[in-house]
Protein backbone atom coordinates (compact mmCIF):
# COMPACT_ATOMS: atom_id res chain seq x y z
CA UNK A 1 0.00 0.00 0.00
CA UNK A 2 1.55 3.21 -1.01
CA UNK A 3 1.02 6.69 0.88
CA UNK A 4 -2.04 7.18 -0.17
CA UNK A 5 -3.59 4.13 0.46
CA UNK A 6 -3.74 3.07 -2.82
CA UNK A 7 -2.88 -0.43 -2.57
CA UNK A 8 -0.54 -2.66 -5.42
CA UNK A 9 0.01 -6.19 -5.07
CA UNK A 10 3.82 -7.23 -3.04
CA UNK A 11 4.49 -2.93 -4.29
CA UNK A 12 7.09 -2.57 -1.84
CA UNK A 13 9.29 -5.45 -3.06
CA UNK A 14 8.97 -4.50 -6.64
CA UNK A 15 10.01 -1.20 -5.95
CA UNK A 16 12.58 -1.33 -3.93
CA UNK A 17 13.66 -3.63 -6.89
CA UNK A 18 13.09 -1.59 -9.49
CA UNK A 19 15.03 1.26 -7.88
CA UNK A 20 18.36 -0.92 -7.29
CA UNK A 21 17.78 -1.51 -10.64
CA UNK A 22 17.45 1.84 -12.04
CA UNK A 23 19.78 2.75 -9.66
CA UNK A 24 22.14 0.36 -11.22
CA UNK A 25 23.58 2.97 -13.54
CA UNK A 26 26.07 3.29 -10.87
CA UNK A 27 27.50 -0.34 -11.36
CA UNK A 28 28.44 -0.75 -15.36
CA UNK A 29 27.94 -4.38 -14.86
CA UNK A 30 24.15 -3.85 -14.57
CA UNK A 31 23.87 -2.21 -18.12
CA UNK A 32 23.86 -4.28 -20.98
CA UNK A 33 23.80 -2.47 -24.24
CA UNK A 34 21.31 -1.32 -25.89
CA UNK A 35 20.36 1.25 -28.16
CA UNK A 36 18.91 4.67 -26.65
CA UNK A 37 14.75 4.95 -26.48
CA UNK A 38 13.05 6.64 -29.53
CA UNK A 39 9.85 8.56 -28.52
CA UNK A 40 8.18 5.79 -30.18
CA UNK A 41 9.02 2.79 -28.47
CA UNK A 42 6.17 1.14 -26.35
CA UNK A 43 5.84 1.70 -22.46
CA UNK A 44 7.43 -1.19 -20.65
CA UNK A 45 4.26 -2.98 -18.68
CA UNK A 46 6.48 -3.89 -15.55
CA UNK A 47 7.81 -0.56 -15.04
CA UNK A 48 4.38 1.32 -15.23
CA UNK A 49 3.30 -1.86 -12.67
CA UNK A 50 5.71 -0.93 -10.42
CA UNK A 51 5.81 2.59 -10.85
CA UNK A 52 1.82 2.09 -9.59
CA UNK A 53 2.90 1.85 -5.88
CA UNK A 54 4.41 5.42 -5.78
CA UNK A 55 3.26 8.85 -4.63
CA UNK A 56 2.53 11.61 -6.31
CA UNK A 57 5.45 13.38 -5.60
CA UNK A 58 7.91 15.24 -7.31
CA UNK A 59 10.44 12.63 -5.32
CA UNK A 60 8.47 9.87 -6.60
CA UNK A 61 8.03 11.71 -10.33
CA UNK A 62 12.38 11.50 -9.94
CA UNK A 63 11.69 7.58 -9.29
CA UNK A 64 10.09 7.05 -12.37
CA UNK A 65 12.05 8.92 -13.97
CA UNK A 66 14.83 6.41 -13.34
CA UNK A 67 12.35 3.68 -13.76
CA UNK A 68 11.57 4.24 -17.70
CA UNK A 69 14.73 5.67 -18.82
CA UNK A 70 17.46 5.70 -16.10
CA UNK A 71 19.76 3.33 -18.12
CA UNK A 72 20.03 6.14 -20.74
CA UNK A 73 20.57 8.90 -18.43
CA UNK A 74 23.58 10.06 -15.91
CA UNK A 75 24.38 13.24 -14.53
CA UNK A 76 28.57 14.73 -14.54
CA UNK A 77 28.93 15.53 -10.41
CA UNK A 78 29.77 18.95 -10.15
CA UNK A 79 31.24 20.54 -6.81
CA UNK A 80 28.88 22.66 -5.39
CA UNK A 81 25.57 21.32 -6.95
CA UNK A 82 23.34 19.03 -6.04
CA UNK A 83 23.01 17.93 -9.58
CA UNK A 84 25.40 18.69 -12.57
CA UNK A 85 25.06 18.17 -16.17
CA UNK A 86 22.85 15.52 -17.79
CA UNK A 87 24.18 13.61 -20.24
CA UNK A 88 22.18 11.04 -22.38
CA UNK A 89 22.90 7.66 -24.04
CA UNK A 90 22.86 7.92 -27.61
CA UNK A 91 23.68 4.23 -28.87
CA UNK A 92 27.40 5.04 -29.38
CA UNK A 93 28.36 7.35 -26.68
CA UNK A 94 27.08 9.45 -23.47
CA UNK A 95 26.36 12.61 -25.09
CA UNK A 96 27.13 16.02 -23.09
CA UNK A 97 25.65 18.38 -26.14
CA UNK A 98 22.78 17.18 -26.02
CA UNK A 99 22.19 15.64 -22.34
CA UNK A 100 20.19 18.26 -21.17
CA UNK A 101 17.28 18.29 -23.93
CA UNK A 102 17.15 14.69 -23.92
CA UNK A 103 16.72 14.51 -20.32
CA UNK A 104 14.27 16.92 -20.54
CA UNK A 105 12.67 14.76 -23.26
CA UNK A 106 11.98 12.38 -21.60
CA UNK A 107 11.03 14.08 -18.57
CA UNK A 108 8.00 15.42 -20.56
CA UNK A 109 6.94 11.46 -21.77
CA UNK A 110 6.94 10.49 -17.63
CA UNK A 111 3.26 12.49 -17.31
CA UNK A 112 2.12 9.96 -20.20
CA UNK A 113 3.51 6.89 -18.27
CA UNK A 114 2.08 7.97 -15.03
CA UNK A 115 -1.84 8.06 -16.64
CA UNK A 116 -1.39 4.21 -17.48
CA UNK A 117 -0.32 3.33 -14.00
CA UNK A 118 -3.87 4.19 -12.98
CA UNK A 119 -4.60 0.48 -14.95
CA UNK A 120 -2.65 -1.26 -12.50
CA UNK A 121 -3.85 0.21 -8.99
CA UNK A 122 -5.38 -2.80 -6.97
CA UNK A 123 -8.00 -2.46 -3.83
CA UNK A 124 -6.69 -2.87 -0.47
CA UNK A 125 -7.70 -5.68 1.19
CA UNK A 126 -10.50 -4.43 3.18
CA UNK A 127 -11.72 -3.12 -0.52
CA UNK A 128 -11.70 -6.24 -1.64
CA UNK A 129 -13.29 -8.41 1.19
CA UNK A 130 -16.06 -5.75 1.21
CA UNK A 131 -16.66 -6.73 -2.63
CA UNK A 132 -16.54 -10.59 -1.85
CA UNK A 133 -19.19 -9.95 0.55
CA UNK A 134 -21.36 -8.37 -1.82
CA UNK A 135 -21.08 -10.59 -4.69
CA UNK A 136 -21.80 -13.84 -2.31
CA UNK A 137 -25.07 -11.65 -1.21
CA UNK A 138 -26.00 -11.53 -5.02
CA UNK A 139 -24.77 -8.68 -5.95
CA UNK A 140 -23.44 -8.55 -9.92
CA UNK A 141 -19.99 -7.41 -10.42
CA UNK A 142 -21.47 -5.40 -13.81
CA UNK A 143 -23.44 -3.80 -11.23
CA UNK A 144 -21.71 -2.75 -8.09
CA UNK A 145 -19.04 -1.66 -10.45
CA UNK A 146 -20.98 0.72 -12.53
CA UNK A 147 -19.35 4.38 -11.34
CA UNK A 148 -22.56 5.68 -12.90
CA UNK A 149 -24.87 4.25 -10.25
CA UNK A 150 -25.44 5.56 -6.97
CA UNK A 151 -25.27 3.97 -4.01
CA UNK A 152 -28.34 4.28 -2.81
CA UNK A 153 -30.11 2.80 -5.03
CA UNK A 154 -28.27 -0.87 -4.49
CA UNK A 155 -29.84 -2.75 -1.48
CA UNK A 156 -27.60 -2.58 2.01
CA UNK A 157 -25.66 -5.69 1.75
CA UNK A 158 -24.00 -4.46 -1.74
CA UNK A 159 -23.76 -1.05 -0.71
CA UNK A 160 -19.94 -1.79 0.60
CA UNK A 161 -19.05 -3.50 -2.45
CA UNK A 162 -19.99 -0.60 -4.63
CA UNK A 163 -18.47 1.99 -2.60
CA UNK A 164 -14.91 -0.07 -3.04
CA UNK A 165 -15.35 0.30 -6.30
CA UNK A 166 -15.81 4.02 -6.36
CA UNK A 167 -13.18 4.33 -3.88
CA UNK A 168 -10.80 2.47 -6.04
CA UNK A 169 -11.99 4.44 -9.34
CA UNK A 170 -11.70 7.70 -7.62
CA UNK A 171 -8.15 6.87 -7.35
CA UNK A 172 -7.66 5.95 -10.82
CA UNK A 173 -9.27 9.51 -11.84
CA UNK A 174 -6.76 11.01 -8.73
CA UNK A 175 -3.83 9.24 -10.94
CA UNK A 176 -4.45 10.01 -14.20
CA UNK A 177 -5.19 13.83 -13.06
CA UNK A 178 -1.74 13.82 -11.27
CA UNK A 179 -0.41 12.42 -15.03
CA UNK A 180 -1.84 15.52 -16.43
CA UNK A 181 -0.13 17.79 -13.58
CA UNK A 182 3.29 15.65 -14.32
CA UNK A 183 3.66 17.44 -17.93
CA UNK A 184 3.69 20.99 -16.70
CA UNK A 185 7.36 22.93 -16.56
CA UNK A 186 7.59 23.11 -12.92
CA UNK A 187 6.42 19.72 -12.40
CA UNK A 188 9.04 18.44 -15.12
CA UNK A 189 11.81 20.48 -13.71
CA UNK A 190 11.36 19.14 -10.43
CA UNK A 191 11.36 15.63 -11.52
CA UNK A 192 14.53 15.90 -13.06
CA UNK A 193 15.74 17.73 -9.53
CA UNK A 194 14.94 14.89 -7.65
CA UNK A 195 16.46 12.71 -10.10
CA UNK A 196 19.38 13.95 -10.84
CA UNK A 197 21.16 13.56 -7.29
CA UNK A 198 20.61 9.82 -8.08
CA UNK A 199 22.11 9.21 -11.31
CA UNK A 200 24.93 11.29 -10.42
CA UNK A 201 28.67 10.10 -12.16
CA UNK A 202 31.95 11.32 -10.41
CA UNK A 203 34.06 13.33 -13.35
CA UNK A 204 36.82 10.93 -13.29
CA UNK A 205 34.07 8.04 -14.15
CA UNK A 206 33.71 9.16 -17.62
CA UNK A 207 36.69 8.57 -20.35
CA UNK A 208 38.59 6.62 -17.92
CA UNK A 209 40.84 4.56 -20.10
CA UNK A 210 43.23 6.34 -21.82
CA UNK A 211 43.54 4.01 -24.47
CA UNK A 212 39.79 3.25 -25.46
CA UNK A 213 38.36 5.74 -28.33
CA UNK A 214 34.71 4.98 -30.29
CA UNK A 215 34.40 5.64 -34.14
CA UNK A 216 30.82 5.54 -35.89
CA UNK A 217 31.01 1.44 -36.12
CA UNK A 218 33.50 0.11 -33.76
CA UNK A 219 35.44 1.01 -30.24
CA UNK A 220 39.05 0.60 -30.49
CA UNK A 221 41.03 -0.77 -28.06
CA UNK A 222 45.18 -0.16 -27.87
CA UNK A 223 46.28 -2.75 -25.45
CA UNK A 224 50.13 -3.25 -23.81
CA UNK A 225 50.88 -7.06 -24.67
CA UNK A 226 54.01 -8.93 -24.26
CA UNK A 227 56.21 -8.88 -27.48
CA UNK A 228 55.90 -11.85 -29.39
CA UNK A 229 59.50 -10.81 -30.80
CA UNK A 230 61.54 -10.23 -27.98
CA UNK A 231 64.78 -12.24 -28.22
CA UNK A 232 65.31 -12.49 -24.64
CA UNK A 233 63.00 -15.85 -23.29
CA UNK A 234 64.07 -14.49 -19.67
CA UNK A 235 62.70 -10.74 -20.17
CA UNK A 236 59.29 -9.59 -20.48
CA UNK A 237 59.53 -6.88 -23.29
CA UNK A 238 56.00 -5.10 -24.00
CA UNK A 239 54.04 -3.79 -27.01
CA UNK A 240 50.85 -2.22 -27.94
CA UNK A 241 48.31 -3.66 -30.17
CA UNK A 242 45.32 -2.56 -31.76
CA UNK A 243 41.69 -4.33 -31.07
CA UNK A 244 38.85 -3.52 -32.98
CA UNK A 245 35.48 -4.34 -31.60
CA UNK A 246 31.98 -3.92 -33.44
CA UNK A 247 29.55 -1.79 -31.42
CA UNK A 248 29.88 0.32 -28.55
CA UNK A 249 29.41 -0.21 -24.61
CA UNK A 250 27.58 2.02 -22.06
CA UNK A 251 29.52 0.53 -19.53
CA UNK A 252 33.00 2.16 -20.94
CA UNK A 253 31.33 5.78 -20.31
CA UNK A 254 32.69 7.62 -23.29
CA UNK A 255 31.29 10.98 -23.96
CA UNK A 256 32.26 11.23 -27.74
CA UNK A 257 33.10 9.15 -30.77
CA UNK A 258 35.16 9.44 -33.95
CA UNK A 259 32.05 9.96 -36.92
CA UNK A 260 33.77 8.00 -38.91
CA UNK A 261 33.68 4.18 -39.85
CA UNK A 262 36.07 1.92 -39.01
CA UNK A 263 37.54 -0.06 -41.99
CA UNK A 264 40.80 -1.37 -40.98
CA UNK A 265 44.22 -0.43 -39.60
CA UNK A 266 45.63 -0.42 -43.00
CA UNK A 267 42.81 1.16 -44.75
CA UNK A 268 44.29 2.81 -47.64
CA UNK A 269 43.91 6.76 -48.01
CA UNK A 270 45.50 7.50 -51.28
CA UNK A 271 44.44 11.31 -51.53
CA UNK A 272 45.45 11.81 -48.56
CA UNK A 273 48.82 10.36 -48.71
CA UNK A 274 49.10 12.25 -51.93
CA UNK A 275 48.99 15.37 -50.22
CA UNK A 276 51.10 14.82 -47.33
CA UNK A 277 53.75 13.46 -49.95
CA UNK A 278 53.79 17.04 -51.48
CA UNK A 279 53.14 19.11 -48.90
CA UNK A 280 55.76 17.32 -46.21
CA UNK A 281 57.98 15.35 -47.77
CA UNK A 282 60.47 15.03 -45.28
CA UNK A 283 60.01 11.69 -43.62
CA UNK A 284 61.30 11.76 -40.41
CA UNK A 285 59.50 15.26 -40.12
CA UNK A 286 56.06 13.78 -40.86
CA UNK A 287 56.58 10.73 -38.70
CA UNK A 288 56.79 13.66 -35.89
CA UNK A 289 53.32 14.85 -37.06
CA UNK A 290 52.06 12.03 -37.43
CA UNK A 291 52.55 10.74 -34.28
CA UNK A 292 51.00 13.77 -32.64
CA UNK A 293 48.21 13.69 -34.47
CA UNK A 294 47.40 10.22 -34.01
CA UNK A 295 47.56 11.00 -30.24
CA UNK A 296 44.01 12.61 -30.55
CA UNK A 297 42.46 9.72 -30.11
CA UNK A 298 44.33 8.96 -27.17
CA UNK A 299 43.70 10.57 -23.74
CA UNK A 300 47.38 10.44 -23.11
CA UNK A 301 48.92 13.70 -21.78
CA UNK A 302 52.56 14.07 -23.23
CA UNK A 303 53.53 17.66 -22.06
CA UNK A 304 54.15 18.76 -25.72
CA UNK A 305 52.59 21.35 -27.53
CA UNK A 306 52.95 21.52 -31.62
CA UNK A 307 52.97 24.90 -33.44
CA UNK A 308 52.61 24.31 -36.74
CA UNK A 309 54.54 27.75 -39.09
CA UNK A 310 54.32 28.34 -42.16
CA UNK A 311 53.66 31.96 -44.55
CA UNK A 312 50.87 30.06 -46.52
CA UNK A 313 49.70 27.88 -49.33
CA UNK A 314 51.86 25.14 -47.76
CA UNK A 315 49.17 22.50 -46.45
CA UNK A 316 49.46 23.09 -42.75
CA UNK A 317 45.77 24.86 -42.38
CA UNK A 318 44.36 21.90 -45.10
CA UNK A 319 46.30 19.25 -42.44
CA UNK A 320 45.13 20.63 -39.13
CA UNK A 321 41.37 20.94 -40.66
CA UNK A 322 40.86 17.83 -41.65
CA UNK A 323 42.76 15.81 -38.93
CA UNK A 324 40.51 17.71 -36.92
CA UNK A 325 36.99 16.74 -39.60
CA UNK A 326 38.17 13.18 -38.60
CA UNK A 327 38.41 13.14 -35.14
CA UNK A 328 35.43 15.17 -34.93
CA UNK A 329 34.10 17.64 -32.42
CA UNK A 330 33.39 15.09 -29.60
CA UNK A 331 36.92 14.76 -28.94
CA UNK A 332 38.62 17.65 -30.66
CA UNK A 333 37.93 21.42 -29.55
CA UNK A 334 39.15 24.70 -30.81
CA UNK A 335 39.96 27.33 -28.17
CA UNK A 336 39.80 31.09 -29.48
CA UNK A 337 43.75 32.93 -29.55
CA UNK A 338 42.10 35.03 -26.92
CA UNK A 339 42.37 32.08 -24.50
CA UNK A 340 45.78 31.54 -24.70
CA UNK A 341 47.65 34.90 -25.61
CA UNK A 342 47.15 38.01 -23.86
CA UNK A 343 47.98 38.24 -20.42
CA UNK A 344 44.58 36.21 -19.91
CA UNK A 345 43.95 37.08 -16.23
CA UNK A 346 41.12 35.66 -15.00
CA UNK A 347 39.55 36.59 -11.08
CA UNK A 348 39.15 34.17 -8.17
CA UNK A 349 36.57 32.14 -8.90
CA UNK A 350 35.76 33.63 -12.08
CA UNK A 351 34.10 31.17 -14.85
CA UNK A 352 36.32 29.64 -17.26
CA UNK A 353 33.68 28.31 -19.82
CA UNK A 354 36.28 28.09 -22.41
CA UNK A 355 38.60 26.03 -20.53
CA UNK A 356 35.42 23.65 -19.59
CA UNK A 357 35.19 22.79 -23.57
CA UNK A 358 38.27 20.96 -22.70
CA UNK A 359 36.96 18.36 -20.56
CA UNK A 360 36.29 15.13 -22.49
CA UNK A 361 38.59 16.43 -25.46
CA UNK A 362 41.94 14.86 -26.87
CA UNK A 363 42.44 16.97 -29.76
CA UNK A 364 42.73 21.09 -28.72
CA UNK A 365 43.41 23.70 -31.93
CA UNK A 366 44.26 26.90 -31.83
CA UNK A 367 43.76 28.90 -34.98
CA UNK A 368 46.49 31.80 -36.09
CA UNK A 369 47.91 32.74 -33.26
CA UNK A 370 49.19 36.31 -34.13
CA UNK A 371 52.93 36.83 -34.40
CA UNK A 372 54.66 39.23 -31.74
CA UNK A 373 51.85 38.50 -29.31
CA UNK A 374 52.77 36.80 -25.62
CA UNK A 375 51.31 33.40 -25.20
CA UNK A 376 50.03 32.71 -21.68
CA UNK A 377 52.60 30.48 -20.47
CA UNK A 378 51.11 29.09 -17.24
CA UNK A 379 48.35 28.10 -19.19
CA UNK A 380 50.30 26.31 -22.05
CA UNK A 381 51.64 24.76 -19.07
CA UNK A 382 48.62 23.72 -17.26
CA UNK A 383 46.90 22.19 -20.63
CA UNK A 384 50.36 20.05 -21.74
CA UNK A 385 51.09 19.19 -17.53
CA UNK A 386 49.29 15.98 -17.07
CA UNK A 387 47.77 17.76 -13.62
CA UNK A 388 44.02 18.37 -12.83
CA UNK A 389 42.88 22.01 -12.78
CA UNK A 390 39.46 23.33 -11.50
CA UNK A 391 37.19 24.97 -13.86
CA UNK A 392 33.41 26.82 -13.16
CA UNK A 393 30.89 26.70 -15.79
CA UNK A 394 28.64 29.54 -16.36
CA UNK A 395 26.27 29.81 -13.47
CA UNK A 396 27.01 26.37 -12.03
CA UNK A 397 29.24 24.81 -9.89
CA UNK A 398 33.18 23.89 -10.06
CA UNK A 399 34.76 20.64 -11.08
CA UNK A 400 38.10 19.18 -11.48
CA UNK A 401 39.61 17.27 -14.52
CA UNK A 402 42.85 16.65 -16.01
CA UNK A 403 43.27 17.97 -19.67
CA UNK A 404 44.67 15.02 -22.36
CA UNK A 405 43.95 17.05 -25.39
CA UNK A 406 46.84 17.02 -27.63
CA UNK A 407 47.68 21.44 -28.50
CA UNK A 408 47.88 22.08 -31.83
CA UNK A 409 48.77 25.65 -32.88
CA UNK A 410 49.42 27.23 -35.84
CA UNK A 411 50.11 30.61 -37.35
CA UNK A 412 52.05 32.85 -40.06
CA UNK A 413 54.85 34.00 -37.27
CA UNK A 414 55.94 32.89 -33.93
CA UNK A 415 54.43 34.12 -30.96
CA UNK A 416 56.09 35.80 -27.99
CA UNK A 417 57.55 33.56 -25.35
CA UNK A 418 58.78 35.45 -22.60
CA UNK A 419 59.79 32.33 -20.11
CA UNK A 420 63.74 31.75 -20.36
CA UNK A 421 62.92 28.13 -18.07
CA UNK A 422 62.95 24.84 -19.70
CA UNK A 423 59.50 24.49 -18.38
CA UNK A 424 57.90 26.11 -21.27
CA UNK A 425 60.67 25.32 -23.75
CA UNK A 426 60.57 21.50 -23.20
CA UNK A 427 56.78 21.23 -24.16
CA UNK A 428 57.39 23.41 -27.54
CA UNK A 429 57.75 21.21 -31.12
CA UNK A 430 57.95 23.62 -34.02
CA UNK A 431 57.08 21.61 -37.20
CA UNK A 432 58.00 24.22 -40.59
CA UNK A 433 55.73 23.81 -43.39
CA UNK A 434 58.11 24.77 -45.73
CA UNK A 435 56.43 23.84 -49.30
CA UNK A 436 54.30 26.30 -51.00
CA UNK A 437 52.10 25.14 -54.06
CA UNK A 438 52.38 27.40 -56.95
CA UNK A 439 49.07 29.55 -57.63
CA UNK A 440 48.37 27.28 -60.53
CA UNK A 441 47.76 24.39 -58.29
CA UNK A 442 46.14 25.98 -55.45
CA UNK A 443 42.27 24.58 -54.66
CA UNK A 444 39.65 26.33 -52.99
CA UNK A 445 40.49 25.44 -49.14
CA UNK A 446 36.62 23.76 -48.07
CA UNK A 447 36.81 21.69 -51.57
CA UNK A 448 40.12 19.93 -50.70
CA UNK A 449 39.35 19.55 -47.17
CA UNK A 450 35.86 18.21 -48.00
CA UNK A 451 37.23 16.10 -50.63
CA UNK A 452 39.99 14.31 -48.43
CA UNK A 453 37.32 13.76 -45.50
CA UNK A 454 34.57 12.26 -47.87
CA UNK A 455 36.42 10.43 -49.71
CA UNK A 456 39.35 9.51 -47.36
CA UNK A 457 38.07 9.51 -44.03
CA UNK A 458 38.16 6.17 -43.11
CA UNK A 459 41.88 5.62 -44.02
CA UNK A 460 42.73 9.04 -42.49
CA UNK A 461 41.58 7.52 -39.11
CA UNK A 462 43.67 4.30 -39.74
CA UNK A 463 46.66 6.57 -40.47
CA UNK A 464 46.17 8.45 -37.22
CA UNK A 465 45.75 4.97 -35.64
CA UNK A 466 48.88 4.11 -36.82
CA UNK A 467 50.38 7.06 -35.74
CA UNK A 468 49.32 6.50 -32.04
CA UNK A 469 50.78 2.70 -31.76
CA UNK A 470 54.06 4.21 -33.30
CA UNK A 471 54.08 6.30 -30.15
CA UNK A 472 53.17 3.68 -27.59
CA UNK A 473 55.09 1.25 -29.41
CA UNK A 474 58.42 3.57 -29.38
CA UNK A 475 57.89 6.68 -27.73
CA UNK A 476 57.35 10.37 -29.11
CA UNK A 477 60.37 10.49 -32.04
CA UNK A 478 61.10 13.96 -32.56
CA UNK A 479 62.92 14.60 -36.33
CA UNK A 480 65.93 16.70 -36.05
CA UNK A 481 64.42 18.98 -38.48
CA UNK A 482 62.19 20.17 -35.89
CA UNK A 483 64.55 20.01 -33.25
CA UNK A 484 66.31 22.47 -34.99
CA UNK A 485 63.40 24.76 -35.63
CA UNK A 486 62.31 24.92 -32.10
CA UNK A 487 65.95 25.67 -31.08
CA UNK A 488 65.45 28.86 -33.34
CA UNK A 489 62.48 29.46 -32.42
CA UNK A 490 64.00 29.30 -28.53
CA UNK A 491 66.74 31.39 -29.90
CA UNK A 492 64.70 34.28 -31.31
CA UNK A 493 62.73 34.35 -28.17
CA UNK A 494 66.20 34.06 -25.65
CA UNK A 495 68.41 36.50 -27.02
CA UNK A 496 70.18 37.07 -23.55
CA UNK A 497 71.02 33.31 -23.71
CA UNK A 498 72.17 33.54 -27.06
CA UNK A 499 74.74 36.62 -25.59
CA UNK A 500 75.35 34.37 -23.29
CA UNK A 501 76.49 31.44 -25.10
CA UNK A 502 78.34 34.02 -27.91
CA UNK A 503 80.39 36.49 -25.38
CA UNK A 504 80.04 34.34 -22.07
CA UNK A 505 82.66 31.93 -20.83
CA UNK A 506 83.45 30.63 -17.36
CA UNK A 507 86.56 31.37 -16.02
CA UNK A 508 87.25 30.30 -12.03
CA UNK A 509 87.90 33.44 -10.15
CA UNK A 510 86.93 36.35 -12.75
CA UNK A 511 84.06 38.39 -12.13
CA UNK A 512 82.22 41.11 -14.66
CA UNK A 513 80.29 44.43 -13.50
CA UNK A 514 76.92 44.23 -13.89
CA UNK A 515 77.01 47.50 -16.02
CA UNK A 516 79.66 46.02 -18.22
CA UNK A 517 77.79 43.24 -18.87
CA UNK A 518 75.30 44.93 -19.94
CA UNK A 519 77.16 47.12 -22.14
CA UNK A 520 78.28 44.00 -23.90
CA UNK A 521 75.13 42.60 -24.23
CA UNK A 522 73.80 46.05 -26.22
CA UNK A 523 77.01 45.72 -28.57
CA UNK A 524 76.35 41.96 -29.55
CA UNK A 525 72.47 43.09 -30.19
CA UNK A 526 73.43 46.38 -32.22
CA UNK A 527 75.48 43.59 -34.29
CA UNK A 528 73.04 41.09 -34.72
CA UNK A 529 70.05 43.17 -35.46
CA UNK A 530 68.29 41.75 -31.57
CA UNK A 531 65.76 43.81 -29.78
CA UNK A 532 67.28 45.15 -27.05
CA UNK A 533 66.00 43.89 -23.40
CA UNK A 534 65.81 46.67 -20.49
CA UNK A 535 68.70 46.96 -18.25
CA UNK A 536 65.76 45.65 -15.57
CA UNK A 537 64.95 42.27 -17.25
CA UNK A 538 68.37 41.46 -18.23
CA UNK A 539 69.84 42.06 -14.91
CA UNK A 540 66.98 39.86 -13.62
CA UNK A 541 67.73 37.10 -16.31
CA UNK A 542 70.96 36.87 -15.59
CA UNK A 543 70.67 37.05 -12.20
CA UNK A 544 68.80 33.29 -12.77
CA UNK A 545 71.26 32.19 -14.55
CA UNK A 546 74.94 33.28 -12.83
CA UNK A 547 75.99 33.35 -9.59
CA UNK A 548 76.77 37.71 -8.65
CA UNK A 549 77.81 39.22 -5.54
CA UNK A 550 77.49 43.37 -4.35
CA UNK A 551 80.76 44.72 -3.84
CA UNK A 552 80.91 48.42 -2.11
CA UNK A 553 77.14 48.99 -3.95
CA UNK A 554 78.63 47.70 -7.04
CA UNK A 555 76.60 43.95 -8.91
CA UNK A 556 79.14 41.61 -10.20
CA UNK A 557 78.60 38.35 -11.99
CA UNK A 558 81.19 35.97 -10.59
CA UNK A 559 83.15 33.46 -12.27
CA UNK A 560 82.71 34.39 -15.75
CA UNK A 561 84.71 36.64 -17.90
CA UNK A 562 83.50 38.41 -21.46
CA UNK A 563 85.25 37.21 -24.75
CA UNK A 564 84.49 38.07 -28.90
CA UNK A 565 82.10 40.90 -27.55
CA UNK A 566 81.23 42.82 -30.90
CA UNK A 567 82.95 46.50 -31.43
CA UNK A 568 80.14 49.08 -30.62
CA UNK A 569 79.38 51.27 -33.42
CA UNK A 570 79.52 54.41 -31.07
CA UNK A 571 81.58 53.11 -27.70
CA UNK A 572 81.35 55.35 -24.55
CA UNK A 573 85.44 55.08 -23.13
CA UNK A 574 84.35 57.51 -20.33
CA UNK A 575 81.06 54.86 -18.73
CA UNK A 576 83.03 53.03 -15.55
CA UNK A 577 83.50 49.64 -16.55
CA UNK A 578 82.58 50.47 -19.63
CA UNK A 579 85.09 49.20 -23.06
CA UNK A 580 86.24 50.95 -25.85
CA UNK A 581 86.63 47.86 -28.47
CA UNK A 582 85.94 44.25 -29.27
CA UNK A 583 88.60 43.16 -26.46
CA UNK A 584 89.48 45.97 -23.72
CA UNK A 585 91.70 45.60 -21.15
CA UNK A 586 90.77 43.05 -18.42
CA UNK A 587 88.67 40.90 -20.43
Same mark, same amino acid.
Given at each position: ????????????????????????????????? #????????????????????????????????????????????????????????? =??????????????????????????????????????????????????????????????????????????????????????????????????????????????????????????????????????????????????????????????????????????????????????????????????????????????????????????????????????????????????????????????????????????????????????????????????????? =????????????????? #??????? #??? =???????????????????????????????????????????????????????????????????????????????????????????????????????????????? #????????????????????????????????????????????????????????????? =??
Amino acid at each position: MNPEGEFVPEADEQIAGMLDAASGIADPNNLPP #SQRPDDDKEADPKAIEMCAGLDASDTDNGKRLIAHFGRDLCVMAMDGSTGGDWLSWT =GTHWDMAEGAARSQEMAKRVGDLIMLEADYLAMTPDEAAAVKAATEAGAPIDQISNPHRDLASFPEPWKPGAKAFKSLEGRKAKRRGFGVTSKNAGRVDNMLKMAASQLRRAVGDFNLDPHLVGTKTHTLKFRKVLDPECPDPDVDRYTYEMEATRGHRREDWLTAVVPVEWRGEDYPAPKWQAFLDRMMPDKDKLRTVQQMAGLGLLGVPIQKVMFHYGMGANGKSVFLETVARVIGPGLMVGLPRESIVGSGERGAGAASPDLVRLYGKRMVRVLEVPADVPLQEDLIKRLTG =GEAFPVRTLFKGFFEFQ #SVATPHM #SGN =GFPTIDGTDNGIWRRMLVVHWDQTLPEEEQRDFEEMVGELVREDGPGILAWLARGALDYLRHGLFVADAIKAATDKYHGEMDPIGEFLSACVAPLSGARVQASTMYEAYKSW #SDANAKRVRSNTKFGRVLGQRLAKETVSGRIFYENVTLRDVPERPTPNPYDQGGFAGANPQ =GW
